[in-house]
């Protein structure tokens, strides 16, 4: 009984959190991708909203900008490099404006390697968020990932 209680309140918590996907892309030298960081705000509705995102920095460059519901909720990114291959997003506004389901956060991805046929994850972690009294919100992420495929003149 105590279980099936255990189980349900799990679901019935996580119907209402957040959530973060990473979309998936196709990269080649010199032909970057652009994968979008998408919002669903659930029962929850999210003001601000922090992740990590997590990815191979031998392969890999990723720059991050703000998506239009971010930007249209009048907020603020901010992003830190917090190692190689790892780096922390901050989306926050000195408002309580709540943000909107859609694109949350673009990432800039580019390849550094020669060699076709890789995939290589982008994972999104240490997803969160605050609520318009600045109360946690419960945020679940997934993950995407890049494809090399051959580039514009055979590269």
Known sequence: MLLKFGVGLLV??????????VGEGVVAAGKPADLSVKLAGGTDAPTAIQFDVEYDA?????????????????KNMRT?????????????GFNRTIIADGVLAILHVSYKGQETGKTFPIHL????????????????????SVRVEIGRNGQ
């Open 58 to 74: 031998a392969q890999l460059d990723i720059g991050i900008e703000a998506g239009p519901v971010a930007r249209e909720a009048g």
């Open 12 to 21: 019935a918590l996580a119907a209402g959190a957040a959530e973060l996907s």
């Open 125 to 144: 972690t240490g997803a969160a968020g605050t609520n318009e009294n600045a109360e946690h919100v419960a945020v679940s992420a997934k993950d995407g």
């Open 80 to 92: 830190a490099k917090l190692q190689a291959g790892r780096q922390r997003v901050l989306i926050f």
